[in-house]
């Protein structure tokens, strides 16, 4: 069975490898560019799982997870970060209740195993 996917990436070069790599193995792909964009498509989509890279103008990952968790809890929630800090780590988990935090660059087949 397909999964819907979520992808949200500032990022147009991310968000088209991100669609290439799930949608080749069937899954539904929906994307947005911003928190924001992503917040309002929520209001209309139930995803499988939000993949939401963490620094984003106007609303970063973990705010727009943490907006997810609410309006759809059952999604499940991954972060992408280019910082690969720990502090935004724990604030995700705490937060957002994020299933895991993945640095970028990340490796396609080490992403789709976590998925």
Known sequence: MANHILLV?????????????????????SS???GKEASELLETISPDLILADYQMPEMNGIE????????SPDAMRILLTAHGDLNVAIEAINVADVYNFITKPCNNNDLLLTV
């Open 32 to 34: 947005a560019s911003n």
């Open 9 to 29: 990436d500032d990022e147009s070069d991310v968000l088209l490898v991100l669609k290439d790599l799930f949608g080749s193995r069937g899954d539904q792909v």
């Open 64 to 71: 727009l997870l943490r907006e997810a968790r609410a309006s």
